[in-house]
C-alpha cells in the first residue's frame, strides 16, 4: 500500500490478491498445497469482512444512507463466512471452493461497480483517513492469527 492510495484502493487491492490466491489455488496439483492455500483464501477474507464491517461499511452508510447496496453487501459475507465455516471441516472440497470463489467474484465485481463509486463521489468520507485505519486494523488482526 503506497501512502497515497484512498481506502477504496487499498481494498481493491486486497481483491486482487485474494483473486490471485484462487487462480493459484485452481492450478496447484498437490493435495498438502491446496490445502494451505485454502486455508489463507479463507483467513484473508475473514481478514477483509471484517475490516470492511468495521470501519468502510459503517463509514459508507454514514455519509450514502445507500441501504439497499449495504444490504446485499452484507449478506454476501455472511454466505462466504458460512462456505468458510464448512470449508474449516473440508478444507480441500473443491466444490466449496469454487462456490466460495463464484460469490466472492460476485461481491467484489458489487463494491467495484457500485459502492466504491459512490464512496469516492460522495463528499462525506475521508477515503485517505480510512485507509490509515484499515490498514492499521488489519496489521492488528493478522497479527492475532497462527500463521
Ligand atoms: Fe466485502
Ligand atoms: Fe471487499
Same mark, same amino acid.
Given at each position: 500500500?503506497? @501512502? *497515497?492510495?484512498?481506502?477504496? $484502493?487499498?481494498?481493491d487491492e486486497d481483491h +486482487?490478491? $485474494?483473486?490471485? &490466491? ?24 475473514? !481478514? *477483509? =469482512? @471484517? ?17 439497499? +447496496? ?10 462466504? /463466512? ?6 474449516? @471441516?473440508?478444507? !480441500?472440497d473443491a466444490r466449496l471452493?469454487? %462456490? ?5 467474484? *460476485? *461481491? $467484489? +465485481?458489487?463494491? /467495484?461497480?457500485? &459502492?466504491?463509486?459512490?464512496? /469516492?463521489?460522495?463528499?462525506? =468520507?475521508?477515503? =485517505?483517513?480510512?485507509a490509515q485505519q484499515l490498514?492499521?486494523?488489519? =496489521? %492488528?488482526?493478522?497479527?492475532? @492469527?497462527?500463521?
Amino acid at each position: 500500500m503506497s @501512502q *497515497h492510495d484512498d481506502a477504496t $484502493v487499498l481494498l481493491d487491492e486486497d481483491h +486482487n490478491e $485474494v483473486i490471485r &490466491m484462487f487462480e493459484q489455488y485452481k492450478s496447484a496439483k498437490d493435495p498438502a498445497r491446496q490445502k494451505v492455500l485454502a486455508r489463507q483464501i479463507c483467513q484473508e477474507l475473514l !481478514v *477483509h =469482512m @471484517q475490516i470492511e464491517e468495521e470501519i468502510f461499511y459503517p463509514a459508507y452508510i454514514k455519509a450514502t444512507g445507500d441501504r439497499e +447496496n449495504l444490504k446485499d453487501g452484507l449478506e454476501e459475507h455472511q454466505e462466504a /463466512r458460512e462456505l468458510i465455516r464448512k470449508l474449516e @471441516q473440508a478444507p !480441500v472440497d473443491a466444490r466449496l471452493m469454487l %462456490e466460495l470463489e463464484d460469490g466472492i467474484l *460476485h *461481491h $467484489v +465485481n458489487d463494491e /467495484r461497480e457500485k &459502492m466504491f463509486p459512490k464512496a /469516492r463521489k460522495t463528499q462525506g =468520507m475521508d477515503l =485517505m483517513a480510512l485507509a490509515q485505519q484499515l490498514q492499521a486494523r488489519k =496489521m %492488528e488482526l493478522m497479527a492475532g @492469527q497462527d500463521a
